[in-house]
């Protein structure tokens, strides 16, 4: 009987720590998993560089590959600006240009291309053939054009950067970081043309024989992220597999960098990781608007009109984390406001600022003319009120 006793009070706390279990299990709340990235380095950011989502290394220095390439453009780019060739400048390509392995456009040596056609095999194909024959064209020779690549370096104060060719193509001595290659793409992303380019999917480069090679964009993203808008990207055994990119949702507009993750798939899924972190716990809030007034009916001395409105001649936008406070201010900077006002004319300073920085500092303005008040407007003045 007492053994009967004791299994069934046995049987009975088995099933009591049986229930309570899962009544606790059915509450558990578990830490939300951190975000991360699988990759050697790795920065997202805004356009503007005003807030870093997340990052990881990204002033470190490693091998970047084809990343490289960013900077040719941006140098290309800047050639046109300066009227020293056009898209429809004709390059005549040389032997070297033309024997440049990895990826190439598989240009002939001595024969003419448009700058145009050069430029798009580098932006969408990312051709080293292509970036050689820019490059000697623009500078003379290739070591003439990398030179000017680290003066341009160092102008954008990219600190963590040495270049040693335009393709990427492996040298021991050549590195770059996440951060410099936000820079890059910051720059090459203000060029409308560019966009044009990064966005083509697919294309034919014709030779000037007839022969023709397909160009396929090798940042897959452009086709299969939304609001991607460009990018570039590199792999070689020394750096991994890269990307930059670019993209824009919901009035945000991102730039997201990997270096060395260890696939081509991975270095995509990893950046769309980024860009959907980063669309989903930010906001692009606007914290001055030009068409609203920062202060209204503000007193005007010796004016025909006793009050005037005052704008910021421009917007500013601050990038806020969601569930984050806001804890910015704003201030201002005004002088005493007389007549005569003329619409245009800065009447102060709009300064914002966020725990005793201030991130921006905006001029006042006010949009209408006010005339001063004359003598006879006065006697007119006091006549009616008596």
């Known amino acids: 009987m007492k053994k009967t006793v004791i299994s069934i009070f046995c049987v009975l706390c088995l099933m009591l720590i049986s229930i309570y279990s899962g009544i606790k299990d059915s509450n558990v709340v578990y830490a939300e998993t951190k975000f991360s990235v699988d990759a050697k380095a790795c920065l997202l950011i805004d356009e503007n560089f005003s807030r870093v989502m997340y990052e990881q290394n990204s002033t470190a220095r490693f091998p970047i590959a084809s990343m490289v390439k960013l900077m040719t453009?941006?140098?290309?780019?800047?050639?046109?600006?300066?009227?020293?060739?056009?898209?429809?400048?004709?390059?005549?390509?040389?032997?070297?240009?033309?024997?440049?392995?990895?990826?190439?456009a598989f240009i002939d040596p001595y024969v003419e291309y448009k700058t145009?056609?050069?430029?798009?095999?580098?932006?969408m194909s990312s051709a080293n053939d292509a970036s050689v024959a820019l490059a000697e064209y623009i500078a003379g020779s290739e070591s003439e054009f990398v030179a000017k690549m680290n003066k341009r370096a160092q102008e954008l104060k990219m600190d963590n950067t040495l270049y040693v060719n335009c393709t990427g193509l492996p040298a021991p001595e050549q590195y770059s970081c996440a951060n410099d290659c936000a820079i890059i793409l910051k720059e090459v992303s203000k060029y409308e043309h560019y966009h044009k380019m990064s966005k083509i999917w697919m294309d034919t480069l014709v030779h000037p024989s007839g022969r023709k090679t397909e160009l396929v964009n090798t940042n897959k993203l452009v086709r299969y992220y939304k609001g991607c808008t460009g990018g570039k990207t590199g792999s070689t055994n020394e750096a991994g597999y890269c990307l930059s990119a670019m993209a824009n949702k919901n009035g945000l507009n991102l730039i997201a960098v990997v270096i060395g993750a260890k696939s081509g798939q991975e270095r995509f899924k990893q950046t769309t990781n980024l860009f959907n972190y980063g669309f989903a716990n930010f906001d692009n809030k606007t914290i001055v608007n030009i068409s609203e007034p920062v202060l209204a009916n503000q007193e005007v001395s010796k004016g025909k009109v006793k009050t005037i409105d005052l704008y910021a001649c421009e917007s500013y936008n601050m990038i806020t984390k969601k569930g984050e406070s806001n804890d910015y201010e704003i201030s201002y900077d005004i002088k005493k406001l007389v007549a005569p006002i003329k619409g245009g004319d800065k009447v102060g300073?709009?300064?914002?600022?966020?725990?005793?920085k201030v991130l921006k500092e905006i001029d006042v303005i006010a949009k209408q003319d006010v005339k001063q008040i004359t003598i006879a407007d006065s006697i007119h003045k006091i006549a009616n009120a008596w």
Do not use: F, R
Not at 116 to 123: A, G, Q, T
Not at 349 to 356: D, M, P
């Open 73 to 104: 453009i941006l140098l290309t780019y800047e050639a046109l600006d300066d009227n020293a060739l056009t898209l429809e400048t004709k390059i005549t390509t040389t032997e070297n240009a033309s024997k440049m392995g990895g990826s190439q």
């Open 116 to 123: 145009e056609d050069l430029l798009k095999s580098v932006i």
């Open 349 to 356: 300073t709009l300064i914002v600022s966020k725990q005793g």
